[in-house]
């Protein structure tokens, strides 16, 4: 699934046969969903999900929704490790205004922030800058922006989509996270 849809978690069985019983099904579901919130990359959680149990088996003596509860668990965990997960962050579409003679500081401090220059416009005497960022860099941009525009720049920002942070960032962060 898309880490940037809608859905952020989808659980089906194609289990025929009964294989294994149908009320030991929701349980093997819900262990893969507390295990994708419990996250395998530093303990953030695993965004885009989509499993599907197809076979399985089960003993009537030794076999609980606890135990599936676990095998689900168990089996997200085992999968997620083969798929080589990389950590998302989000990243924010920022929108900065200022006048002209502003701009070069602006778009320095943008590019400083690891942030990709969309477009910029002419707007009123002054100019719009479009950009993307993400928003770990976005923190403390207010009074930056403040400071390099003479209190003369504003800025908007929203949510636009998760991307993969880059491998040294990633592994900053997971560091970071274990200690």
């Given at each position: 699934?898309?880490?940037?849809?809608?859905?952020?978690?989808?659980?089906?069985?194609?289990?025929?046969?009964?294989?294994?019983?149908?009320?030991?099904?929701?349980?093997?579901?819900?262990?893969?969903?507390?295990?994708?919130?419990?996250?395998i990359?530093?303990?953030?959680?695993?965004?885009?999900?989509?499993?599907?149990?197809?076979?399985?088996?089960?003993?009537?003596?030794?076999?609980?929704?606890?135990?599936?509860?676990?095998?689900?668990?168990?089996?997200?965990?085992?999968?997620?490790?083969?798929?080589?997960?990389?950590?998302?962050?989000?990243?924010?579409?920022?929108?900065?205004?200022?006048?002209?003679?502003?701009?070069?500081?602006?778009?320095?401090?943008?590019?400083?922030?690891?942030g990709?220059?969309?477009?910029?416009?002419?707007?009123?005497?002054?100019?719009?800058?479009?950009?993307?960022?993400?928003?770990?860099?976005?923190?403390?941009?207010?009074?930056?922006?403040?400071?390099?525009?003479?209190?003369?720049?504003?800025?908007?920002?929203?949510?636009?989509?998760?991307?993969?942070?880059?491998?040294?960032?990633?592994?900053?962060?997971?560091?970071?996270?274990?200690?």
């Open positions: 699934m898309d880490p940037n849809g809608e859905e952020t978690f989808k659980f089906e069985s194609s289990v025929v046969g009964g294989a294994i019983p149908k009320e030991y099904i929701p349980a093997v579901g819900e262990g893969i969903e507390e295990a994708a919130q419990a996250g990359l530093g303990g953030f959680p695993v965004l885009g999900v989509h499993a599907n149990v197809y076979d399985g088996s089960y003993h009537e003596v030794d076999s609980s929704e606890m135990a599936f509860h676990i095998a689900g668990s168990m089996a997200f965990k085992e999968a997620m490790q083969k798929a080589s997960p990389v950590l998302l962050e989000p990243i924010m579409k920022v929108e900065v205004t200022m006048p002209e003679e502003y701009m070069g500081d602006v778009i320095g401090d943008i590019n400083s922030r690891r990709r220059i969309e477009g910029m416009d002419d707007i009123g005497g002054g100019k719009l800058v479009k950009a993307y960022v993400p928003l770990a860099e976005m923190f403390g941009y207010s009074t930056d922006l403040r400071s390099k525009t003479q209190g003369r720049g504003n800025y908007s920002m929203f949510f636009e989509k998760y991307e993969p942070v880059p491998k040294n960032v990633q592994e900053k962060v997971l560091a970071d996270k274990s200690k």
